[in-house]
Structures are given as structure tokens and as C-alpha cells.
Nanobody, 126 residues
Framework: QVQLTESGGGLVQAGGSLRLSCAASGRTFNFNQYGMGWFRQAPGKEREFVAGISWFASVTYYADSVKGRFIISRDNAKNTVYLQMNSLKPEDTAVYYC?????????????????WGQGTQVTVSS
């Protein structure tokens, strides 16, 4: 069993920044063997991929809508993955979810992830 706990969400003005964290835990879970990802779901919309990072951080993927503004990173010693969000826009408003990949790679499809956090709300005001 794997537990993922997100933090760092909140209310920010457009143009501002936030950093989300996701702490992973599990008695037999080896964090550094799996890719991790961030997804988001805005009101009335389907959940969408935001960013993913491979087990050793050598590969990262970003949705076109966040490329150049968001940075995903991980600290394997702390079992934590981060999402630095800069130049935030009102359209970034959503619940952000952390997820564990089923492989060492950072897949971009939901079905490639098997554990999910509870989500953290990010609201960007104009």
C-alpha cells in the first residue's frame, strides 16, 4: 500500500507562484523505483496530465499548457515530489493530484498510475 499526501495549495494572484509537495509513504514502497506525476482537475472538466518525472529524474514531461512555467522535481532521500508553479494563470485553477506511476517512467496517461493522493486546491485569482 502506498500513501500520497499533497500540500502547498492555496490562493494566489495571477502571475504568482506556488510550490506543491507530495510525500509518499508505504511500508514496502521503494519511492526511487517509480516515476511520479501531477495531474489536475478543474471544475466541470476531466482530470488532465500536468507533469511527470522518471525514477531518477532523468526524464520529465509537461503538458503544453504548463511548459516553461511549471517545474517538476523529486528528492528520493525524502520520498517527495514537487511541482514548482510560476507565472500562474486563472486557468491553472484546479485540484492538483499527485500520483505514482506503475513503472520507472513518467507516463502521461492516467491508466499508467496506480496510487493517487487526495488532492490539493490551487486557486488563481485574476
Amino acid at each position: 500500500q502506498v500513501q500520497l499526501t499533497e500540500s502547498g495549495g492555496g490562493l494566489v494572484q495571477a502571475g504568482g507562484s506556488l510550490r506543491l509537495s507530495c510525500a509518499a509513504s508505504g511500508r514496502t514502497f521503494n519511492f526511487n523505483q517509480y516515476g511520479m506525476g501531477w495531474f489536475r482537475q478543474a471544475p466541470g472538466k476531466e482530470r488532465e496530465f500536468v507533469a511527470g518525472i522518471s525514477w531518477f529524474a532523468s526524464v520529465t514531461y509537461y503538458a503544453d499548457s504548463v511548459k516553461g512555467r511549471f517545474i517538476i522535481s523529486r528528492d528520493n532521500a525524502k520520498n517527495t515530489v514537487y511541482l514548482q508553479m510560476n507565472s500562474l494563470k486563472p486557468e491553472d485553477t484546479a485540484v492538483y493530484y499527485c500520483a505514482k506511476s506503475q513503472s520507472p517512467g513518467p507516463g502521461q496517461q492516467e491508466n499508467g498510475y496506480d496510487y493517487w493522493g487526495q488532492g490539493t486546491q490551487v486557486t488563481v485569482s485574476s
